[in-house]
C-alpha cells in the first residue's frame, strides 16, 4: 500500500511486487490538472511490475487544491481497467483475477 507521494517512486511499488503482491493501492490527493499524471503513475506502477494499481483519490477541496477525482483500478499492460469521472465521493468496485497476471508474469 501506497500513501500519496510514495506512488511516484518506482521502487516502492516494485518492492511490493518482489514480495509477491498482485495489486498495489495508494490513497493519494491528484488535483485538477494532474489527470495525465494520475494515469503514468499507476499505469507505469502496473505495467513495470505486472501487477494491478488502485487509486483511491481525495474527494473534495483541500489545503487549496481541488482533487481531479480519477480514483480507479489499472491492468498489467498499464491499461485503464475503471475509474471515477469527477471529484465526488463515489464507490468503484472492479474486480481484479490474478489469472490475468499469469501471462505477463511468464514473459519476465
Not at 480514483?71 to 465526488?88: C, E, F, I, K
Request: glycine share 12%.
Amino acid at each position: 500500500m501506497g500513501i500519496c507521494f510514495d506512488v511516484s517512486h518506482p521502487r516502492h511499488a516494485e518492492r511490493a511486487a518482489l514480495e509477491g503482491a498482485d495489486l498495489y493501492v495508494a490513497s493519494s490527493l491528484y488535483w485538477v490538472g494532474e489527470e495525465r499524471r494520475v494515469d503514468l503513475h499507476l499505469g507505469a506502477r502496473a505495467m513495470d511490475n505486472r501487477m494491478f494499481t488502485g487509486l483511491a483519490n481525495y474527494a473534495g477541496t483541500t489545503g487549496g487544491h481541488v482533487s481531479c477525482g480519477s480514483s480507479g483500478a489499472w491492468g498489467p499492460t498499464g491499461d485503464v481497467l475503471d475509474r471515477v469521472d469527477g471529484a465526488g465521493q463515489a464507490l468503484l468496485v472492479v474486480e481484479l483475477n490474478p489469472k490475468k497476471l499469469e501471462p505477463y508474469r511468464k514473459s519476465k
